[in-house]
């Protein structure tokens, strides 16, 4: 009869323990969706800026062609990316697009002086800062999950409930799209 | 002492008057629970320690530092940075901090002295030892009562014409205990009866007024907005960046732990520092020998006679212990061997070392203090505290460049002076405004 008891006391404790790691990986899990989602926020608040930018700068550049359909282009594939790999690529590209851009309204002095491109390249850089940050937050948190998953005991409830392994944001970002604004030596707009 | 019972009876009967005086006036003025209201994510004028007051029961928590610092950042006069996952550090915006209130000044100036080139880790943001932690949040804690009551929020619980009358009526029953008892008895009972009165208004110190009590309604209103997202206690400090003022007012409320955990701006750890000496942030542990190693901090001389009054002891242990067990009179007379080598080899010799005070700290009874001075000169990421006279601890001041003077082994410190260099000034950090 005794060995009856411990047998079901083991048992519960087992059950019980298994209970507590699962949670503990969903946890782990949802918090890097739930960091995920945050990072999805702000590359939207990105792409919303971006038509307005290539408006404004077709203003004063309308025939640097080419510049202003590659960042259409590198919105649209960012816009359409599914996993965060593809997401990473697609956004690596429209910063380098955006580099360009910023890089070829250099040569417009009238154009960095409206303070609608003044106002977007401000709201850009903000938005560049919120995404490295959300993307640091997010790794840390597939990081966090993914020693859960690979570490003892943890790594035993994920292997049996298939908990998957989660895709690291990693963005070329060594160039950033927008360059420091330094807006103190540029003539100021003409009214009118 | 035997009170008689009518002594008792008379005292009891002259207290109670003055008893239900102090809990009429503590009751009628003690503050409403304000009702939540709408839950809003619009943020008032008011900054997050404020907030934390009103949402508090108009008691200021110690959430309200970190949650400053947080507000600090929201404003772009702080940045927080991640160094690696779950390393944080602060680094001063080169920004005028025109327009902040006291206590975030405070909270500025904290950062100043902590900072070492501009940057400061967040576990370096202590306030200081116990004591001097304690001045520091008394002094930030009053900085915001007065901001609140500027605003028109709050007020004191207990106005001083009050409080003056109801220890002056405590005299009553004191003057009747004193002329039944004994004029002592009697000074004693009212010495009680006014700890008493602090000890009961001291449960609250601020009441609302109308405005505050509608501020606090609107405050739970935005705190239950936040408490809707379960991710916001898991979030990090640097999603300030994300959330802005939210997390700061979400650290405020005791909403945002995680942020909260991340900065601990309360007082600081005995036996872990971090130093900027040698121009790199590290963390340091400190110890403080008392016993072992032997000898530690003491004058050579003093241990090489206290050694040689222990070979004998060694003597007569290896003459009662069976034979089995002379390995430890052995042990203990190689023991003895070494401190008197050591100590008689730090007779001729000193050195002289710099570093910078982490830690200055006293330990023990009246009788027997041990002052400890914890001095880092860079080179390891543990250090043994010297152990020094009560004459030369004095004059120190923590986080002061110091070079000691002390022997090689024991580390007897002979002298010790501040240490002035443009080297070491640059990496000195002060100790914050208490």
């Known amino acids: 009869m005794a060995w009856?008891?411990?047998?079901?006391?083991?048992?519960?404790?087992?059950?019980?323990?298994?209970?507590?790691?699962?949670?503990?990986?969903?946890?782990?899990?949802?918090?890097?969706?739930?960091?995920?989602?945050?990072?999805?926020?702000?590359?939207?608040?990105?792409?919303?800026?971006?038509?307005?930018?290539?408006?404004?700068?077709?203003?004063?550049?309308?025939?640097?062609?080419?510049?202003?359909?590659?960042?259409?282009?590198?919105?649209?594939?960012?816009?359409?990316?599914?996993?965060?790999?593809?997401?990473?690529?697609?956004e690596s590209g429209l910063t380098a697009a955006l580099g360009r851009l910023f890089a070829v309204a250099e040569a417009y002095p009238q154009l960095r002086a409206t303070e609608n491109f003044q106002q977007l390249q401000s709201e850009l850089e903000e938005t560049e800062d919120k995404i490295a940050v959300a993307r640091q937050l997010y790794n840390d948190a597939v990081l966090a999950y993914d020693n859960a998953r690979e570490t003892v005991p943890t790594s035993l409830v994920a292997g049996m409930l298939r908990f998957e392994p989660k895709p690291y944001f990693e963005i070329d970002d060594s160039s950033r799209a927008v360059p420091q604004a330094d807006f103190s030596a540029m003539p100021a707009p003409q009214d009118g | 002492m035997k009170l008689p019972w009518d002594t008792i009876a008379a005292t009891a009967a002259a207290t109670a008057p003055w008893l239900l005086a102090v809990g009429v006036v503590y009751l009628r003025r003690r503050p409403t629970k304000p009702e939540p209201g709408p839950p809003t994510l619009d943020l008032g004028p008011e900054p997050p320690a404020v907030a934390n007051l009103l949402v508090h029961d108009f008691r200021v928590t110690q959430d309200a530092v970190p949650a400053t610092l947080l507000d600090l950042a929201a404003r772009r006069l702080v940045e927080i940075e991640e160094r690696e996952p779950g390393s944080y550090v602060c680094r001063l915006e080169q920004r005028a901090d025109t327009g902040l209130t006291s206590?975030?000044?405070?909270?500025?100036?904290?950062?100043?002295?902590?900072?070492?080139?501009?940057?400061?880790?967040?576990?370096?943001?202590?306030?200081?030892p116990k004591e001097q932690s304690k001045g520091w949040w008394k002094g930030f804690e009053k900085d915001v009562i007065g901001d609140a009551q500027q605003r028109g929020l709050c007020l004191d619980i207990l106005d001083k014409r009050t409080f003056l009358w109801l220890s002056a009526a405590a005299a009553a029953p004191a003057t009747v205990l004193g002329v039944l008892a004994g004029g002592r008895v009697g000074f004693g009972y009212w010495v009680v009866a006014f700890f008493f009165l602090g000890w009961v208004m001291g449960l609250h110190t601020q009441r609302e007024t109308p405005e505050g009590l509608a501020a606090a309604s609107r405050w739970l209103g935005v705190r239950a907005k936040l408490a809707e997202d379960e991710a916001f206690q898991t979030q990090a400090p640097i999603a300030v960046t994300l959330w802005e003022r939210h997390l700061a007012y979400g650290a405020a409320f005791g909403l945002a732990t995680a942020a909260v955990h991340a900065l601990p701006m309360g007082a600081e750890s005995d036996h872990h520092?971090?130093?900027?000496?040698?121009?790199?942030?590290?963390?340091?542990?400190?110890?403080?020998?008392?016993?072992?190693?032997?000898?530690?901090?003491?004058?050579?001389?003093?241990?090489?006679l206290r050694a040689c009054f222990a070979l004998p002891a060694a003597l007569v242990?290896?003459?009662?212990?069976?034979?089995?067990?002379?390995?430890?009179?052995?042990?203990?007379?190689?023991?003895?061997?070494?401190?008197?080598?050591?100590?008689?080899?730090?007779?001729?010799?000193?050195?002289?070392?710099?570093?910078?005070?982490?830690?200055?700290?006293?330990y023990?009874?009246?009788?027997?203090?041990?002052?400890?001075?914890?001095?880092?000169?860079?080179?390891?990421?543990?250090?043994?505290?010297?152990?020094?006279?009560?004459?030369?601890?004095?004059?120190?001041?923590?986080?002061?460049?110091?070079?000691?003077?002390?022997?090689?082994?024991?580390?007897?410190?002979?002298?010790?002076?501040?240490?002035?260099?443009?080297?070491?000034?640059?990496?000195?950090a002060t100790a914050p405004r208490a």
């Open chain 1, 4 to 90: 009856v008891i411990v047998v079901i006391a083991a048992a519960v404790l087992l059950g019980l323990l298994f209970v507590l790691l699962y949670n503990r990986l969903v946890r782990l899990r949802n918090r890097s969706e739930n960091a995920w989602a945050q990072v999805e926020v702000q590359l939207k608040r990105r792409h919303d800026l971006i038509p307005n930018l290539v408006q404004t700068v077709k203003g004063y550049a309308g025939h640097e062609r080419a510049t202003l359909d590659s960042v259409t282009e590198a919105r649209t594939s960012a816009q359409q990316a599914k996993t965060v790999e593809q997401q990473a690529a697609a």
């Open chain 2, 103 to 128: 206590y975030e000044q405070r909270v500025m100036e904290l950062l100043r002295s902590r900072a070492s080139g501009g940057i400061v880790p967040a576990q370096a943001l202590t306030t200081g």
């Open chain 2, 273 to 304: 520092a971090w130093s900027s000496y040698g121009g790199q942030w590290r963390s340091v542990r400190i110890r403080y020998p008392h016993f072992v190693p032997l000898g530690w901090g003491l004058h050579p001389l003093l241990v090489a």
């Open chain 2, 364 to 428: 023990g009874d009246d009788d027997d203090k041990r002052h400890y001075v914890a001095v880092d000169d860079g080179t390891s990421a543990t250090i043994r505290a010297w152990r020094v006279k009560s004459e030369l601890y004095s004059p120190l001041r923590q986080y002061e460049v110091v070079t000691g003077t002390l022997t090689r082994n024991l580390r007897y410190v002979r002298a010790i002076s501040e240490t002035e260099s443009e080297l070491t000034t640059a990496k000195v």
């Open chain 2, 317 to 362: 242990l290896w003459l009662i212990v069976p034979r089995d067990l002379a390995v430890l009179p052995a042990a203990v007379a190689a023991v003895v061997g070494v401190v008197v080598v050591c100590a008689l080899a730090d007779l001729g010799s000193t050195r002289e070392a710099t570093g910078q005070i982490l830690r200055l700290r006293a």
